[in-house]
């Protein structure tokens, strides 16, 4: 590349982050602060409940599956889910109201180590979830009990407050946002997500010599038997199109579903974590979504296979490809890249959310990217461009909130898309990405986080503000335990 074309693309890179508007998060913060500010998004949903072949629908299928219970249920920031329980035959009072639940139940009810609770404290009002119907589903492993998903509100009681979206609940704030960017953008998001796990239990030691892999090994797929039966079976039933899965290191087993749009992976995943529970609780095991659980052997990453996709009159087009046949990508695909790597510090507290995430880029040679780089079909880079026209972003680990994931990089794709950013070529970053730092601590991270002032306009002040008042409080706990190491190393080593 000649001096004069360089310094041509790093004026424009400059100038894209100077149009960008970065204080406010460009049109993407824009966007999510006005459909926070509606106040009518409650009694908007609730007059959707309330049509009637959507109460008979329901209603139809409560009778065909016997279902008499059900689970209305929401994410939190911290990936589990929380739920109540209701007789099924109050189902059409749970669409009109939904149920109530304490505000911090969103925090996972966390007390801070001043003994606070994190998100509101005692005193902070409830919200209520009304549920998506559309989400209702039977659980295969009992079917007398259902589970509904449900969008959180500030409750209209409140006043001018009241009837507004929680941007708390990041599997509703993702979907809306997800709306908005096909709208300004025409692209739609898909993904496909590789969630790695650790069981352990009787019967499924790994088989393999000293200094060797037990990867791929059929005989160490044949011990795992009994767990991937159940687990594609109970996936099959609740709609997950199972394609492919294998053994990567003693205990680990990878099992993937078929890519589709972003928040219907996102809530598979969800789902997927609590197949994993149930069947390790059928067959006596334990199963671990940790990120980091033994040195020396393979993390529990979770891979974000990403592409980019636009409606037109001959059907759906990935405009990752434009459809030659050697590996490449397209300059959106480019701009896509390069807002997702410039963002990756800030990202990173999300991506890798505990202070055991970041073990797993501590470990040579066990696979985990520790830079803000990006290659052609190589599994050492940040995003991994695949010979089927995927970016795979390969930073997140099992352990991550999928629609919050999900929602940092939205938001970097469409910054680098609206402001043309150049990512350069593989293996020769442009200036904008060459001095990206990679955090490699949680407490590196919620500083890179502050730090990112487009992510921080981007992202719903509320839901930063509380999620790194989450982080600092784990990291703190953290920094203040004495450990074995510590004394392994200090007790009799300091003369």
Known sequence: MSNTIAVDRLETELAGLLTSDLSTGGRFG?????ILADTTAFARHQEANLRPEVIEAFAEKIRTNGVKYIYFMLPTLGARTVA????AEHFERMLRKGIAFHRTALTDLQTSREGELIGGGVDAHEFWGLPDPETFQVLPWDTEVGRVFCTAYDPPHLGEEGGRMIPLDTRSLFKAAHKGFTERT?????SGLEPEMTWTGPGIEAISKQDQSPAYQVENLEKMRPVYKKLYSYAQALGFDMIQGDYEDAGQIELNWEYDRAELSAERLTTYRQICKQVARELGLEASFMAKPYNGKMGNGCHHNLSLWKTTEGGDVNVVEDGRVELHVTDTARHA?????LHTPGSMVVMASTVNSYKRFWDAGQFAPSGADWGLDTRGVAIRISANGRMEYRLPDASVNPYLSHLFLLAAIEHGIEAQLEPGDPGQPSALIRDVVV???????IEALEADEYLMGAI??????IYLQLKRDEWARYCGQITQWEFDQYWEAIP
């Open 439 to 445: 955090p490699n601590t949680l407490g590196s991270a």
């Open 337 to 341: 890249i390069a807002g997702m790597l």
């Open 186 to 190: 025409g692209l739609e998001l898909r």
């Open 460 to 465: 719903p002040e509320e839901l930063t503000r």
């Open 84 to 87: 109540k329980v209701v007789p």
């Open 30 to 34: 824009a966007a999510l602060r006005e």
